[in-house]
Each structure stands twice: as C-alpha cells, then as structure tokens.
C-alpha cells in the first residue's frame, strides 16, 4: 500500500533487503493470509510476501482467532511447491521461527508444541497456520501464516500462556525477527514432502510435548512425531499415530 512502511521501511527496500518477489505492507488487514490468498488468486510468484501492522480476524487452527495488536509480527508468504503436505510445511516454519528465536536469545531455549505452535518458557510465543488452494487435484498456492509476539503488549487474562519475545530479548526489534525469518520461510516450498531424519531430530529435540500426558485429540502420553508429520501417543500399551486435532495437555 502506497505511502505504508514497517519500522520505518516501505516495501519496495524490504523486498531487496529479503530478496523476495514483492512485500505488501498494510497498516491493518483482517488477516494477512486472506491478503495472500488473493495474491495467490491473482497470479504472484512463489515467494511474495505479506506484512500487516495489525490484524482485526487473525486466525489460528480450528477456526479460533489470534490476537494481532500492533508491535507484533503479523506475516503471511505465498509458496507455489508441485506438491506439500501443509503439516510438513507447518513443522518446518516451526522450526525456522524456532531458530530465529534461539538465535536471537543466543541459546536453545524455544520449543515447538505439535501442530503449530512455538513456546518460549512454557509460552505460546508464535503459531504457524498452512493453507493450501487446489483446482481438483492439483495444489495452486500454499499460504503460510506465521503470527510472533515481539514488543506487542500480551494482555493480563493472557500472561500465563502467552509471551513476547522482547519479555526474553530486551530491546528486539520486529526487523531483528524479520531479517532472520524471511529468506529461510522462502525456501520451504522446494522442500520434499516428508521430513528429513536431520528436521526429525531437530524437532525431537524441541518437542515440548514429548512424554506430555494428553487429554486430546486423544489420551494418552505424547511420544514424538514421525517423517509424514503424525504426532505418535502411547496408550494401553499401544501407539497411536495422530494426524489432526486440538492438543490438549492434562
């Protein structure tokens, strides 16, 4: 949008900065992946990106909102892979937000909770939402959504599960986020669809619900995920693989 810019940058310096085809900055959007979608729509490559100071329908799984107030990082990237598989592509930008988030806290502190989300001190502190637009069997556009809190205020009925990354990084800025963030987000869609054993370990190694007793989307004992992205519970002495639904922790 004319005359809009982040932490002072119109999009035309953010696409050189990022390298990425185009950078739609917004002062305020509904949601960021609507805004991609219509770009999707419209014929723009792979790669273009899109940046809203705030959203007023944020979205997360299962149709639940995301409050997005000002001071957070509110992204949305179009991604134009032959095929994805959205929980792979949801697990490896979990893992690019938790990198980026490690690197700034300069050490191995972020965790991923399975499906979607990053926690930082037992805290949501990012959620991650794929999704995709096919014409009968063949994938269009992916549209990937990624929501961090940085210097947003979280509000007090909140403080307990939620947390801003500047709570842990005095004096971040959304740009120390977004310079680390983008050109690694560009390349998920040339990735295959599985997870390589070297992002499996990785994720086990962040896994924030591992051995986690479970309540949903079924009981039991939480006990990793597998290459295809299918979280593993243990109950009566059986496992079972979990491809969708609501975490909840008992």
């Known amino acids: 949008m004319t005359g ?14 990022w390298g990425v085809p185009s950078c739609l900055v917004a002062r305020e959007l509904g949601s960021t992946l609507d805004a991609v979608h219509a770009l999707g729509q419209d014929g723009a490559p792979g790669g273009a990106l899109v940046l809203a ?11 639940r909102t995301w409050l997005s107030p ?20 949801s697990i490896r930008a979990g893992l690019v937000v938790a990198d980026v988030v490690d690197d700034l806290l300069g050490a191995p502190q972020a965790r991923l909770k399975w499906p979607n989300d990053v926690m930082l001190h037992d805290r949501k502190l990012a959620g991650v ?15 990937v959504g990624i929501g961090i809190n940085v210097v947003n205020p979280i509000p007090p009925a909140l403080g307990d599960a939620a947390i801003a990354l500047a709570d842990a990084v005095p004096g971040v ?19 295959a669809d599985r997870l ?8 086990a190694a962040r896994d924030w619900l591992r051995d986690r007793a479970l309540r949903g989307p079924v009981t039991g004992r939480a ?18 693989a979990v491809r969708e639904g609501h975490v909840e922790t008992a």
């Open 70 to 89: 000002a001071g957070g990082v509110w992204l949305a990237l179009l991604l134009r892979p032959q095929r994805a598989a959205l929980s792979i592509v």
């Open 223 to 240: 006990a990793g995920v597998l290459a295809d992205g299918t979280l593993l519970v243990e109950r009566a002495g059986e496992t079972t």
């Open 173 to 191: 800025r959304r740009l120390d986020v977004l310079d680390r963030l983008v050109p690694p987000l560009t390349r998920l869609g040339i990735s």
């Open 196 to 203: 390589t054993e070297r992002e499996v370990a990785a994720f």
């Open 53 to 63: 100071e705030s959203q007023t329908a944020g979205r997360g799984r299962d149709g």
């Open 129 to 143: 939402l794929c999704e995709g637009r096919w014409q009968g069997d063949e994938l269009q556009w992916l549209a």
């Open 4 to 17: 809009v810019t982040f932490d002072g940058l119109p999009g035309t310096v953010l696409v050189r900065r």
